[in-house]
């Protein structure tokens, strides 16, 4: 999969479910974060986006050692 596709597909997902917790689950007063659609969409976005970035690969053999002096 194309890299790029996968950080728009990653990050959209997120914007998505960070709409849906403002939508479904955010209060109307009192909360700064889920009281704003913008905020919580850009929360999701962001985690979706970090996401997207794969971690470090493990290798397949142990690293070498090297031998005693």
């Known amino acids: 999969m ?3 596709v ?3 597909l990653y990050s959209s ?4 479910l960070g709409y ?3 939508y479904f689950v955010g209060c109307s007063n009192g909360c700064p974060l889920s009281s704003n ?6 929360y999701g976005f962001l985690a979706g986006l970090t ?3 794969p971690g470090k690969k ?12």
Do not use: C, D, L, Q
């Open 37 to 42: 659609w913008y905020i919580m969409t850009g």
């Open 2 to 4: 194309n890299k790029y």
């Open 13 to 16: 997902i997120g914007a998505a």
């Open 51 to 53: 996401m997207a970035f």
């Open 58 to 69: 493990k290798s397949g053999s142990p690293p070498e050692e090297k031998p005693a002096s």
């Open 6 to 8: 996968k950080i728009g």
């Open 20 to 22: 849906g917790y403002y």
